[in-house]
């Protein structure tokens, strides 16, 4: 057996990863930086390599394509502190068997690196290099990331699961473009948009007078998906006569058009999605056990975006960019702290349409709490009176009993006003008198005074 080769830069982490091997009964040799990996690559046989992507002199990703051109069979788990998209698919494009995010579990490691050294071999290189469409980099869609690269790597039924708006039919479509069908079609039906009878059309296709109306055959999106991928959202909705066709498909890839005897045979890759719980409809009886865990191979579950709130900001500019390129919006430190805070029962979505709002509406360059949509965010409503009057009725009476006068008593009043304001229009007077319809000139007077 020949040793482990392991390039992490983090001394501590590089002496934990060597006693997991030794655990294997294995041996394994540290280097610290890519370069005395990849001459330690060059002079020895290792049976499999764990390379961390942050190294001080290289990218561990150049350094995984340098060993894929000198070793094409030599096994390699990649780790990281970042974990992203980018990183998970290339990685897994450019051969990796693994991709572990830290803080790393070094029992998950060690299974891993079981797994490697007894069956895994590095995966074809594709030619085309991913384009990334999902933003973020929380860890909430960290697990994601992985478990996409795992199946942009695969040909297997893959399940998307969450909540409306989180961006599903969009990995749907990362996916494919990312897998070894991204050139032939990518045929998507929405199943809970269409009846009964006409889904099971659109699904399957129809003969010449199978139903009234019926003038020519037509293909069904299975036959147009011929060598490619067929993706079925909202496969929860789908009836259970339905789904006994689907399963037989599944299982056989035959089926018969509606009307039609002929059995027809199509290969194409299927994904599913749904926002319920199919383990929850099976229980209940509304969907096929058998066929489930036909369509159950590979699970993403998709995070709602409360559950990520730190990519609101990167979400926003990147829909402001592609809504308005020309236009330079950026978004204003309070709205900002607004959205954030808002809970976005509608995801990702709601998201987007709330920035297509905002586009329609913002006059200037900066985006205010003012230009958000109207119900959006209660915190920006006036506190009612009843709650307003003791805490101003104490500070009157602090003021007089300092022997104020009205005017002290109301510059003081407006200083407060002031400087709450502020804060709102990112500290630029300008833009606050625009929206509070106050003379500019005056404004800055006051301020000055105050």
Known sequence: ??????????????????????????????????????????????????????????????????????????????????????????????????????????????????????????????????????????????????????????????????????????????????SARADAPFVALHCSALPEALLESELFGHEKHA???????????????????????????????????????????AFHRVGGREDRRVDCRIITATNKSLREEVKAGRFREDLYYRLHVLEIEMPALRERRADIPALARYFLAQLAPQRLLELGNETLRLLERHDWPGNVRELRNVMEHVVAVTPAATILPSHLPRDFAPARKSAPAPALRPALHEWLTQQLERGANFDQIEHALEALVLQDLLPRYDEKPTLMARELEINRVTLRRKMSRL
């Open 211 to 253: 139903f009234t109306g019926a003038n020519t055959a037509r293909a069904g999106h299975i036959e147009r998906a011929e060598g490619g991928t067929l993706f079925l959202d909202e496969i929860a909705d789908i009836s259970l006569a339905i789904q006994a066709k689907l399963l037989r498909f599944v299982e056989e890839r």
């Open 1 to 178: 057996m020949n040793p482990i080769l392991i390039i992490e830069d983090e001394h501590a982490l590089a002496s934990a990863l060597v006693a997991v091997c030794q655990r294997l009964g294995r041996t394994a040799q540290p280097c610290y930086s890519a370069k005395r990996g990849l001459d330690a690559a060059a002079r020895a046989e290792f049976d499999l390599v764990i390379l961390d992507i942050g190294l001080p002199d290289m990218s561990g990703l150049d350094v995984l394509k340098k060993l894929r051109a000198s070793a094409p069979a030599l096994p390699v788990v990649i780790v990281t502190a970042h974990g992203s998209l980018d990183n998970a698919v290339a990685a897994r494009k450019h051969g990796a068997v693994a991709y572990l995010v830290k803080p790393l579990d070094l029992h998950e490691v060690q299974e891993t690196v079981r797994i490697a050294l007894a069956a895994l071999r590095p995966s074809a290189v594709r030619k085309a290099e991913p384009r990334t469409l999902l933003i973020g980099g929380t860890t909430a869609l960290q697990k994601s990331f992985v478990e996409i690269a795992h199946a942009c790597a695969s040909d297997a039924p893959v399940l998307l699961s969450g909540a409306t708006g989180t961006g599903k039919t969009l990995t749907a479509r990362i996916i494919h473009t990312n």
